[in-house]
Protein backbone atom coordinates (compact mmCIF):
# COMPACT_ATOMS: atom_id res chain seq x y z
CA UNK A 1 0.00 0.00 0.00
CA UNK A 2 1.21 3.72 -0.60
CA UNK A 3 -1.67 5.57 1.22
CA UNK A 4 -0.08 6.01 5.01
CA UNK A 5 -2.20 9.65 5.44
CA UNK A 6 -6.03 8.91 4.01
CA UNK A 7 -7.63 12.05 2.76
CA UNK A 8 -11.06 12.78 2.14
CA UNK A 9 -12.70 14.58 -0.91
CA UNK A 10 -13.09 17.85 1.25
CA UNK A 11 -9.59 18.20 1.61
CA UNK A 12 -8.55 17.77 -1.02
CA UNK A 13 -11.46 19.91 -2.87
CA UNK A 14 -10.34 22.94 -0.12
CA UNK A 15 -6.33 22.25 -1.53
CA UNK A 16 -7.13 22.38 -5.25
CA UNK A 17 -8.85 25.35 -4.97
CA UNK A 18 -5.68 27.56 -4.46
CA UNK A 19 -4.61 26.61 -8.09
CA UNK A 20 -6.35 27.05 -11.59
CA UNK A 21 -7.01 23.32 -11.65
CA UNK A 22 -10.85 22.63 -11.47
CA UNK A 23 -13.06 21.20 -9.48
CA UNK A 24 -12.51 17.60 -7.24
CA UNK A 25 -14.82 15.32 -9.08
CA UNK A 26 -12.61 11.77 -7.48
CA UNK A 27 -9.86 10.91 -5.79
CA UNK A 28 -8.54 7.73 -5.35
CA UNK A 29 -5.50 6.53 -3.32
CA UNK A 30 -3.03 4.76 -5.60
CA UNK A 31 -1.54 1.26 -3.77
CA UNK A 32 2.05 1.05 -5.70
CA UNK A 33 4.90 2.99 -4.06
CA UNK A 34 6.80 2.91 -1.20
CA UNK A 35 7.96 6.02 0.55
CA UNK A 36 5.02 8.28 -0.33
CA UNK A 37 1.22 8.78 0.03
CA UNK A 38 0.14 9.64 -3.95
CA UNK A 39 -3.37 9.97 -4.81
CA UNK A 40 -4.84 10.28 -8.48
CA UNK A 41 -7.10 13.53 -8.71
CA UNK A 42 -9.64 13.89 -11.03
CA UNK A 43 -11.34 17.14 -11.71
CA UNK A 44 -13.56 18.51 -14.19
CA UNK A 45 -10.57 19.91 -16.45
CA UNK A 46 -8.06 17.45 -15.91
CA UNK A 47 -6.00 14.62 -14.60
CA UNK A 48 -3.52 15.08 -11.69
CA UNK A 49 -1.48 13.45 -8.69
CA UNK A 50 -1.18 14.39 -5.39
CA UNK A 51 1.59 13.26 -3.20
CA UNK A 52 1.82 14.19 0.65
CA UNK A 53 5.41 13.19 2.11
CA UNK A 54 5.83 10.88 4.74
CA UNK A 55 9.67 10.54 5.02
CA UNK A 56 12.97 11.93 4.17
CA UNK A 57 14.54 14.86 4.61
CA UNK A 58 11.66 17.71 4.09
CA UNK A 59 14.05 20.35 3.85
CA UNK A 60 15.35 18.72 0.72
CA UNK A 61 11.74 19.53 -0.92
CA UNK A 62 12.60 22.90 -2.37
CA UNK A 63 15.73 21.29 -3.70
CA UNK A 64 13.44 18.28 -5.61
CA UNK A 65 10.87 21.75 -6.49
CA UNK A 66 13.29 23.68 -8.03
CA UNK A 67 15.05 20.74 -10.02
CA UNK A 68 11.49 19.28 -11.45
CA UNK A 69 11.10 23.18 -13.18
CA UNK A 70 14.40 23.35 -14.58
CA UNK A 71 13.69 20.37 -16.44
CA UNK A 72 10.55 21.32 -17.19
CA UNK A 73 11.13 24.58 -18.29
CA UNK A 74 13.76 22.66 -20.32
CA UNK A 75 10.84 20.37 -22.24
CA UNK A 76 12.66 17.43 -20.08
CA UNK A 77 10.20 14.70 -20.50
CA UNK A 78 8.97 14.77 -16.52
CA UNK A 79 5.83 15.77 -14.62
CA UNK A 80 6.41 19.04 -13.16
CA UNK A 81 4.68 20.18 -10.29
CA UNK A 82 1.77 22.68 -10.35
CA UNK A 83 2.24 26.07 -8.97
CA UNK A 84 -0.88 27.48 -7.28
CA UNK A 85 -2.12 31.54 -8.16
CA UNK A 86 0.85 32.59 -5.85
CA UNK A 87 3.08 30.75 -8.27
CA UNK A 88 4.09 28.39 -5.34
CA UNK A 89 4.31 25.03 -5.54
CA UNK A 90 5.10 23.09 -2.23
CA UNK A 91 2.21 23.38 0.35
CA UNK A 92 1.31 21.42 3.42
CA UNK A 93 -1.82 19.02 3.37
CA UNK A 94 -2.84 16.58 6.70
CA UNK A 95 0.57 17.93 8.34
CA UNK A 96 2.45 16.53 5.45
CA UNK A 97 4.03 18.73 2.89
CA UNK A 98 2.11 18.04 -0.68
CA UNK A 99 2.71 18.43 -4.21
CA UNK A 100 0.26 18.62 -7.12
CA UNK A 101 1.36 17.26 -10.65
CA UNK A 102 0.27 16.66 -13.63
CA UNK A 103 -0.67 12.78 -14.20
CA UNK A 104 1.38 11.58 -17.06
CA UNK A 105 0.02 8.60 -19.16
CA UNK A 106 1.47 5.27 -19.71
CA UNK A 107 2.66 2.42 -17.46
CA UNK A 108 5.65 1.24 -16.24
CA UNK A 109 7.77 -0.81 -18.71
CA UNK A 110 8.64 -4.15 -16.97
CA UNK A 111 10.48 -5.90 -20.10
CA UNK A 112 11.26 -2.44 -21.66
CA UNK A 113 12.10 -3.03 -25.49
CA UNK A 114 14.16 -1.68 -27.63
CA UNK A 115 12.34 1.44 -29.08
CA UNK A 116 11.82 2.00 -24.89
CA UNK A 117 15.54 1.78 -24.65
CA UNK A 118 16.33 4.27 -27.04
CA UNK A 119 13.50 6.55 -26.11
CA UNK A 120 14.88 6.76 -22.29
CA UNK A 121 17.98 7.14 -23.66
CA UNK A 122 17.50 10.12 -25.32
CA UNK A 123 15.40 11.78 -22.66
CA UNK A 124 18.48 10.89 -20.22
CA UNK A 125 21.20 12.31 -22.73
CA UNK A 126 18.99 15.56 -23.25
CA UNK A 127 18.15 15.77 -19.21
CA UNK A 128 22.10 15.38 -18.38
CA UNK A 129 23.51 17.75 -21.47
CA UNK A 130 21.01 20.61 -20.10
CA UNK A 131 21.34 19.99 -16.12
CA UNK A 132 24.90 20.44 -16.98
CA UNK A 133 23.86 24.28 -16.63
CA UNK A 134 21.35 23.97 -13.33
CA UNK A 135 22.19 25.97 -10.48
CA UNK A 136 20.68 24.00 -7.56
CA UNK A 137 23.09 21.73 -5.07
CA UNK A 138 22.69 18.62 -3.28
CA UNK A 139 25.76 16.41 -3.25
CA UNK A 140 24.93 13.18 -4.23
CA UNK A 141 23.51 10.99 -1.08
CA UNK A 142 25.26 7.57 -2.31
CA UNK A 143 28.52 8.14 -3.75
CA UNK A 144 31.71 6.64 -2.97
CA UNK A 145 31.67 8.52 0.31
CA UNK A 146 28.65 6.67 1.51
CA UNK A 147 30.15 3.34 0.18
CA UNK A 148 32.89 4.05 1.82
CA UNK A 149 31.17 5.07 5.59
CA UNK A 150 28.19 2.90 5.24
CA UNK A 151 29.38 -0.58 4.11
CA UNK A 152 30.81 -1.45 7.39
CA UNK A 153 27.12 -1.63 8.73
CA UNK A 154 26.23 -4.90 6.60
CA UNK A 155 29.64 -6.52 6.42
CA UNK A 156 28.36 -8.72 10.23
CA UNK A 157 25.83 -9.76 7.95
CA UNK A 158 27.29 -11.30 5.09
CA UNK A 159 29.85 -14.47 4.47
CA UNK A 160 33.16 -14.01 4.81
CA UNK A 161 33.67 -14.11 0.41
CA UNK A 162 31.05 -11.46 0.46
CA UNK A 163 32.70 -9.34 3.02
CA UNK A 164 35.94 -9.41 0.98
CA UNK A 165 34.12 -8.21 -2.38
CA UNK A 166 32.47 -5.52 -1.36
CA UNK A 167 35.68 -4.14 1.03
CA UNK A 168 37.76 -4.78 -2.03
CA UNK A 169 35.43 -3.42 -4.16
CA UNK A 170 35.07 0.50 -1.89
CA UNK A 171 38.86 0.66 -1.94
CA UNK A 172 39.39 -0.21 -5.73
CA UNK A 173 36.57 2.42 -6.11
CA UNK A 174 38.36 4.88 -3.71
CA UNK A 175 41.62 4.53 -5.71
CA UNK A 176 40.15 4.59 -8.79
CA UNK A 177 38.10 7.74 -8.49
CA UNK A 178 41.36 9.59 -6.38
CA UNK A 179 43.76 9.37 -9.26
CA UNK A 180 41.04 10.48 -12.12
CA UNK A 181 40.35 13.72 -13.57
CA UNK A 182 36.95 15.05 -12.28
CA UNK A 183 33.76 14.02 -14.27
CA UNK A 184 31.41 16.17 -15.77
CA UNK A 185 29.09 17.16 -13.36
CA UNK A 186 25.25 18.09 -13.28
CA UNK A 187 21.84 16.95 -11.62
CA UNK A 188 21.14 13.65 -11.49
CA UNK A 189 17.63 11.95 -11.07
CA UNK A 190 19.23 9.09 -8.65
CA UNK A 191 17.32 6.48 -9.34
CA UNK A 192 16.20 6.15 -12.62
CA UNK A 193 14.81 2.52 -12.62
CA UNK A 194 11.93 1.03 -15.18
CA UNK A 195 9.13 1.92 -12.49
CA UNK A 196 10.17 5.67 -12.14
CA UNK A 197 9.36 6.13 -16.10
CA UNK A 198 5.96 5.34 -17.85
CA UNK A 199 5.26 4.82 -21.18
CA UNK A 200 2.24 4.76 -23.26
CA UNK A 201 3.41 2.31 -25.76
CA UNK A 202 6.66 3.45 -27.48
CA UNK A 203 6.01 6.86 -26.48
CA UNK A 204 7.92 8.15 -23.07
CA UNK A 205 5.08 9.56 -21.44
CA UNK A 206 7.22 10.67 -18.66
CA UNK A 207 9.96 10.48 -15.90
CA UNK A 208 8.77 10.59 -12.35
CA UNK A 209 10.20 10.49 -8.74
CA UNK A 210 13.08 12.75 -8.47
CA UNK A 211 13.34 12.76 -4.80
CA UNK A 212 17.05 10.76 -5.01
CA UNK A 213 18.05 13.38 -7.32
CA UNK A 214 21.41 15.67 -6.60
CA UNK A 215 24.43 17.02 -8.36
CA UNK A 216 27.53 14.90 -9.30
CA UNK A 217 28.63 12.41 -11.61
CA UNK A 218 26.41 11.94 -14.59
CA UNK A 219 28.10 8.91 -15.07
CA UNK A 220 26.51 7.36 -11.89
CA UNK A 221 22.86 8.28 -13.52
CA UNK A 222 23.61 6.30 -16.16
CA UNK A 223 25.23 3.66 -15.15
CA UNK A 224 22.43 2.73 -12.85
CA UNK A 225 20.29 2.86 -15.49
CA UNK A 226 22.12 0.32 -17.56
CA UNK A 227 22.15 -1.84 -14.76
CA UNK A 228 18.56 -1.99 -14.50
CA UNK A 229 17.32 -1.42 -17.96
CA UNK A 230 19.68 -3.97 -20.27
CA UNK A 231 20.23 -6.69 -17.90
CA UNK A 232 18.82 -9.97 -18.08
CA UNK A 233 17.73 -12.52 -14.97
CA UNK A 234 21.94 -13.42 -14.55
CA UNK A 235 22.62 -10.05 -13.74
CA UNK A 236 24.37 -9.99 -17.61
CA UNK A 237 24.17 -6.77 -20.00
CA UNK A 238 21.32 -7.41 -22.88
CA UNK A 239 23.70 -6.20 -25.81
CA UNK A 240 20.12 -4.89 -27.56
CA UNK A 241 18.91 -2.73 -25.08
CA UNK A 242 22.42 -1.94 -24.03
CA UNK A 243 23.30 -0.25 -27.51
CA UNK A 244 19.86 0.97 -28.19
CA UNK A 245 20.26 2.87 -24.83
CA UNK A 246 23.56 4.10 -25.45
CA UNK A 247 23.41 5.30 -28.65
CA UNK A 248 20.47 7.73 -27.91
CA UNK A 249 21.92 8.65 -24.89
CA UNK A 250 25.54 9.70 -26.59
CA UNK A 251 24.21 11.10 -29.63
CA UNK A 252 22.59 13.60 -27.26
CA UNK A 253 25.76 13.50 -24.43
CA UNK A 254 28.84 11.86 -25.50
CA UNK A 255 31.35 10.59 -22.94
CA UNK A 256 34.77 12.37 -22.26
CA UNK A 257 37.79 9.56 -22.15
CA UNK A 258 38.12 9.71 -18.52
CA UNK A 259 34.19 8.69 -18.39
CA UNK A 260 35.02 5.96 -21.06
CA UNK A 261 38.04 4.64 -19.02
CA UNK A 262 36.09 4.34 -15.71
CA UNK A 263 32.61 3.47 -17.28
CA UNK A 264 33.16 -0.36 -16.18
CA UNK A 265 33.69 0.77 -12.71
CA UNK A 266 30.81 2.82 -12.79
CA UNK A 267 28.74 -0.37 -13.61
CA UNK A 268 29.73 -2.43 -10.55
CA UNK A 269 30.07 1.24 -8.18
CA UNK A 270 26.09 1.98 -9.11
CA UNK A 271 25.44 -2.25 -8.47
CA UNK A 272 27.49 -2.32 -5.56
CA UNK A 273 25.27 1.46 -4.22
CA UNK A 274 21.93 -0.59 -4.75
CA UNK A 275 23.12 -4.22 -3.34
CA UNK A 276 24.56 -2.23 0.14
CA UNK A 277 21.15 0.30 0.19
CA UNK A 278 19.02 -2.91 -0.18
CA UNK A 279 21.16 -4.83 2.44
CA UNK A 280 20.70 -1.87 4.81
CA UNK A 281 16.86 -1.92 4.45
CA UNK A 282 16.85 -5.71 5.32
CA UNK A 283 19.25 -5.69 8.09
CA UNK A 284 20.16 -2.34 9.85
CA UNK A 285 16.77 0.20 9.33
CA UNK A 286 13.87 -1.38 8.03
CA UNK A 287 11.07 0.65 6.92
CA UNK A 288 8.10 2.06 9.36
CA UNK A 289 5.71 0.56 7.00
CA UNK A 290 4.61 -3.34 6.32
CA UNK A 291 6.33 -3.34 3.14
CA UNK A 292 8.22 -6.20 0.90
CA UNK A 293 11.78 -4.90 1.33
CA UNK A 294 13.35 -4.72 -3.16
CA UNK A 295 16.10 -8.07 -2.94
CA UNK A 296 19.64 -7.35 -1.99
CA UNK A 297 20.65 -10.40 -4.15
CA UNK A 298 19.81 -9.18 -7.87
CA UNK A 299 22.24 -6.42 -7.20
CA UNK A 300 25.21 -8.51 -5.81
CA UNK A 301 24.63 -10.73 -8.75
CA UNK A 302 24.56 -7.64 -11.11
CA UNK A 303 28.18 -6.48 -9.65
CA UNK A 304 29.48 -10.58 -9.70
CA UNK A 305 28.24 -10.37 -13.81
CA UNK A 306 30.17 -6.83 -14.27
CA UNK A 307 33.55 -8.25 -12.47
CA UNK A 308 33.50 -11.44 -14.19
CA UNK A 309 32.25 -10.22 -18.37
CA UNK A 310 33.36 -6.29 -17.67
CA UNK A 311 31.35 -4.36 -20.24
CA UNK A 312 30.43 -4.24 -23.17
CA UNK A 313 31.75 -2.15 -25.71
CA UNK A 314 30.44 1.77 -25.80
CA UNK A 315 28.88 2.35 -28.61
CA UNK A 316 31.16 5.21 -31.03
CA UNK A 317 28.37 7.66 -31.91
CA UNK A 318 28.96 10.97 -32.88
CA UNK A 319 26.96 13.46 -30.86
CA UNK A 320 24.56 15.48 -32.49
CA UNK A 321 25.75 18.74 -33.93
N1 LIG B 1 2.94 12.19 -12.40
C1 LIG B 1 2.47 10.93 -12.39
N2 LIG B 1 1.68 10.49 -13.39
C2 LIG B 1 1.16 9.23 -13.38
N3 LIG B 1 1.36 8.36 -12.39
C3 LIG B 1 2.13 8.73 -11.34
C4 LIG B 1 2.73 10.03 -11.29
N4 LIG B 1 3.44 10.12 -10.14
C5 LIG B 1 3.30 8.94 -9.50
N5 LIG B 1 2.50 8.09 -10.22
C6 LIG B 1 2.09 6.72 -9.85
O1 LIG B 1 2.14 6.59 -8.46
C7 LIG B 1 3.05 5.55 -8.07
C8 LIG B 1 3.81 5.96 -6.82
O2 LIG B 1 4.54 7.15 -7.07
P1 LIG B 1 6.06 7.34 -6.60
O3 LIG B 1 6.97 6.44 -7.39
O4 LIG B 1 6.36 8.80 -6.62
O5 LIG B 1 5.92 6.84 -5.09
P2 LIG B 1 6.95 6.51 -3.96
O6 LIG B 1 6.15 6.25 -2.74
O7 LIG B 1 7.99 7.60 -3.93
O8 LIG B 1 7.52 5.13 -4.43
P3 LIG B 1 8.91 4.47 -4.79
O9 LIG B 1 9.99 5.33 -4.20
O10 LIG B 1 8.79 3.10 -4.22
O11 LIG B 1 8.93 4.42 -6.31
C9 LIG B 1 3.95 5.35 -9.29
O12 LIG B 1 4.41 4.05 -9.39
C10 LIG B 1 3.00 5.68 -10.45
O13 LIG B 1 2.24 4.55 -10.76
N1 LIG C 1 15.02 1.74 -6.87
C1 LIG C 1 15.32 1.34 -5.51
C2 LIG C 1 14.16 1.53 -4.58
C3 LIG C 1 13.66 2.94 -4.44
O1 LIG C 1 14.67 3.82 -3.99
C4 LIG C 1 15.75 -0.14 -5.51
O2 LIG C 1 15.41 -0.83 -6.47
O3 LIG C 1 16.36 -0.59 -4.55
Redesign the pocket.
Known sequence: M?VFTPLDDAQVAGFLSRFDVGELTKLQG?P???????F?VTTDRR???L?LF?QGEHEELPFFVELLDFLDEHRIPV?GPIHDRDGIALHELAGRPALL????????PSAPDVTQCRALGQALGEMHRVSRHFGGHRPNPRDIHWLSAMHHKVLVYLSPEDQALMQDEVDAYQAALESAEPLPQGALHG?L?R??T?FDGERL??I??F??GCTGDLLFDLAIVINDWATDADGRLVAERHDALLEAYLAERPLTATERELWPLMLRLTALRYWLSRLLVVYVDPPAHDLTPHDPEQFRRILLARLEHGALPLPDIEARP
Do not use: C, K, M, Q
Open positions: AVAGTENSTFELVTEAFPRLPGAHDFDNLGGIDYN
